[in-house]
């Protein structure tokens, strides 16, 4: 008897051993081993997608993973038809990335195409810490290399990751870097995993000869997770499926796609065109945040005060300069501009402010075009050295020169020389870029600015005047007035922190 007992016991400890090894097999080995297994279930697909904003179809985006020796390539293309302040433009912009079986990102290349120029990036990961990377932006190629922590996430590739990695548990919060090839900046994000459901998809579309159109052909239940992805208050909620590939979603600007056949997305399209443009697909009217109260004879009025409520404010650039942050109030005074004192003669003579001086993938202060035209609109003489001066003038310079039209694009200075005209990220991207070309030290700013009863989205330049002075070229005020509401100052990678206001940012105006 007591034989037996040894002989099960030592059994149950080689089963017990057995299960254990099993276990740190399966799930104790070395994470990108797992997801390069995992991944070999996936299977090539292309999935079509309506982009709706306001209810109206307004672009198609298509996503294909395809697979290859090495890994995969997943492309992602999205198509706009856009209204904004009742012009229409087209944008395209598509973003291809090859990665490796585990889903490592080892190369992409991102474009981004409308009737106003084009800009396209591309870059490889060099070994395990180099992200080598050449951008276009209309004055030939630059190359930057970026140091890597670790290699990010591709920004497309993300919530197959999360799906390929067995992370699909309701509760589930992870963070991951990720790389977005549209601003060339990683970021963290942080993604949970909301709930699970089921979600009955179209299968195929067929031919209506009663109704002359296409409508849906049968229906197929397919197991969903609702992904919540957060990075600098900006959330992006998504439905994905087993791969991780995404049936649905919505962000805080009021776009959201849906996963439809393909005849039935360029069929809503269309029908869509055929209503035409209304209020709530019009992208400035859309995202405007009412203001409580009209405020008049704003030329006059040299501070303002404004109580911002709805969005957790750290992290922006409320606080410096014109503006301070008095608990919940934003005071913003308009400077003096008889008064101001720089201090210095151009070129600004000190390192302390190289960033606001040096040329960067959009702003080339260094190309001999910009050089050229700083220069002649900076005038010759005593006064092509004083930076007030010059500050005024090219307020003024391109202010008269630039066509003021509504564009759908990532502007380069480069460009915006050649077309000559451009919306307000136009007229500052040339602005900053002519000042730097000077030795004017000068930054981008983005936030709102009120104009008839509410609050768009605006970016202006600052120059420094001895203090960080606002301007408005597209508007020709020198100084901006009070107005202008700064929350971020910087490139792409800063200026995308905005889109976090929409939709939440309430603002009550005070009495002057």
Same mark, same amino acid.
């Given at each position: 008897?007591?034989?037996?007992?040894?002989?099960?016991?030592?059994?149950?400890?080689?089963?017990?051993?057995?299960?254990?090894?099993?276990?740190?097999?399966?799930?104790?080995?070395?994470?990108?081993?797992?997801?390069?297994?995992?991944?070999?279930?996936?299977?090539?697909?292309?999935?079509?997608?309506?982009?709706?904003?306001?209810?109206?179809?307004?672009?198609?985006?298509?996503?294909?993973?395809?697979?290859?020796? =090495?890994?995969?390539?997943? =492309? #992602?293309?999205?198509?706009?038809?856009?209204?904004?302040?009742?012009?229409?433009?087209?944008?395209?912009?598509?973003?291809?990335?090859?990665?490796?079986?585990?889903?490592?990102?080892?190369?992409?290349?991102?474009?981004?195409?409308?009737?106003?120029?084009?800009?396209? @990036?591309?870059?490889?990961?060099?070994? #395990?810490?180099?992200?080598?990377?050449?951008?276009?932006?209309? @004055?030939?190629?630059?190359?930057?290399?970026?140091?890597?922590?670790?290699?990010?996430?591709?920004?497309?590739?993300?919530?197959? *990751?999360?799906?390929?990695?067995?992370?699909?548990?309701?509760?589930?919060?992870?963070?991951?870097?990720?790389?977005?090839?549209?601003?060339?900046?990683?970021?963290?994000?942080?993604?949970?995993?909301?709930?699970?459901?089921?979600?009955?998809?179209?299968?195929?579309?067929?031919?209506?000869?009663?109704?002359?159109?296409?409508?849906?052909?049968?229906?197929?239940?397919?197991?969903?997770?609702?992904?919540?992805?957060?990075?600098?208050? &900006?959330?992006?909620?998504?439905?994905?499926?087993?791969? /991780?590939?995404?049936?649905?979603?919505?962000?805080?600007?009021?776009?959201?796609?849906? *996963?439809?056949? %393909?005849?039935?997305?360029?069929?809503?399209? #269309?029908?869509?065109?055929?209503?035409?443009?209304?209020?709530?697909?019009?992208? &400035?009217?859309?995202?405007? &945040?009412?203001?409580?109260?009209?405020?008049?004879?704003? #030329?006059?009025?040299?501070?303002?005060?404004?109580?911002?409520?709805?969005?957790?404010?750290?992290? %922006?650039?409320?606080?410096?300069? *014109?503006?301070?942050?008095?608990?919940?109030?934003?005071?913003?005074?308009?400077?003096?501009?008889?008064?101001?004192?720089?201090?210095?003669?151009?070129?600004?003579?000190?390192?302390?402010?190289?960033?606001?001086?040096?040329?960067?993938?959009?702003?080339?202060?260094?190309?001999?075009?910009?050089?050229?035209? @700083?220069?002649?609109?900076?005038?010759?003489?005593?006064?092509?050295?004083?930076?007030?001066?010059?500050?005024?003038?090219?307020?003024?310079?391109?202010?008269?020169?630039?066509?003021?039209?509504?564009?759908?694009?990532?502007?380069?200075?480069?460009?915006?020389?050649?077309?000559?005209?451009?919306?307000?990220?136009?007229?500052?991207?040339?602005?900053?870029?002519?000042?730097?070309? $000077? /030795? $004017?030290?000068?930054?981008?700013?983005?936030?709102?600015?009120?104009?008839?009863?509410? %609050?768009?989205?605006?970016?202006?330049?600052?120059?420094?005047?001895?203090?960080?002075?606002?301007?408005?070229?597209?508007?020709?005020?020198?100084?901006? /007035?009070? @107005?202008?509401?700064?929350?971020?100052?910087?490139?792409?990678?800063?200026?995308?922190?905005?889109?976090?206001?929409?939709?939440?940012?309430? &603002?009550?105006? $005070?009495?002057?």
């Amino acid at each position: 008897m007591t034989g037996r007992v040894l002989v099960g016991v030592g059994i149950l400890l080689v089963w017990i051993g057995l299960m254990g090894w099993q276990a740190r097999r399966e799930y104790m080995q070395p994470e990108l081993t797992r997801i390069a297994e995992a991944t070999g279930a996936l299977d090539p697909t292309t999935h079509f997608y309506a982009v709706r904003m306001g209810g109206e179809v307004v672009g198609i985006a298509t996503s294909r993973l395809d697979t290859i020796p =090495e890994g995969f390539v997943l =492309e #992602d293309r999205l198509n706009l038809e856009l209204t904004a302040m009742a012009q229409e433009g087209t944008a395209t912009a598509t973003t291809t990335v090859h990665l490796s079986r585990a889903l490592q990102m080892q190369e992409f290349t991102f474009s981004l195409s409308s009737d106003a120029g084009g800009f396209t @990036a591309s870059g490889r990961v060099v070994g #395990d810490s180099l992200l080598s990377v050449a951008i276009d932006a209309g @004055a030939g190629t630059e190359e930057i290399s970026f140091r890597l922590g670790e290699i990010p996430l591709s920004a497309a590739a993300l919530p197959i *990751r999360v799906a390929m990695a067995g992370e699909l548990r309701v509760g589930r919060t992870l963070r991951l870097p990720v790389f977005d090839p549209s601003t060339v900046s990683t970021r963290v994000v942080e993604v949970e995993i909301v709930e699970e459901d089921v979600i009955l998809l179209p299968d195929s579309a067929a031919w209506d000869p009663a109704g002359g159109r296409w409508v849906g052909s049968g229906e197929r239940e397919v197991r969903a997770w609702r992904l919540r992805e957060s990075y600098g208050g &900006i959330t992006l909620e998504s439905w994905i499926d087993d791969d /991780g590939r995404i049936i649905r979603s919505s962000s805080a600007m009021g776009l959201s796609l849906e *996963r439809l056949p %393909f005849e039935l997305v360029e069929q809503a399209r #269309d029908e869509s065109r055929g209503r035409g443009a209304r209020p709530s697909t019009d992208v &400035i009217f859309s995202t405007a &945040i009412a203001s409580n109260r009209e405020l008049e004879d704003l #030329d006059e009025s040299n501070e303002l005060q404004f109580v911002l409520s709805g969005v957790d404010l750290a992290g %922006f650039a409320l606080d410096g300069g *014109r503006q301070e942050l008095r608990g919940d109030t934003l005071v913003v005074r308009r400077e003096n501009w008889e008064s101001l004192d720089p201090g210095y003669s151009l070129p600004y003579p000190r390192m302390d402010l190289a960033e606001a001086l040096q040329p960067e993938p959009l702003i080339q202060s260094g190309d001999g075009r910009i050089v050229q035209a @700083a220069r002649v609109l900076a005038g010759r003489g005593q006064g092509a050295r004083d930076p007030v001066r010059v500050a005024k003038r090219l307020t003024e310079g391109v202010h008269s020169s630039l066509e003021k039209e509504i564009t759908f694009s990532l502007p380069s200075a480069v460009q915006v020389l050649d077309s000559m005209r451009g919306d307000c990220n136009e007229h500052t991207v040339l602005y900053v870029a002519l000042a730097r070309a $000077l /030795g $004017l030290p000068a930054r981008s700013a983005v936030g709102l600015v009120y104009l008839e009863g509410s %609050f768009y989205y605006h970016a202006w330049p600052e120059v420094w005047l001895g203090e960080w002075v606002a301007v408005d070229p597209t508007f020709g005020e020198t100084p901006a /007035g009070a @107005a202008h509401l700064r929350f971020v100052t910087g490139g792409l990678a800063q200026q995308v922190e905005v889109a976090r206001l929409i939709g939440n940012l309430r &603002i009550e105006a $005070l009495s002057p």
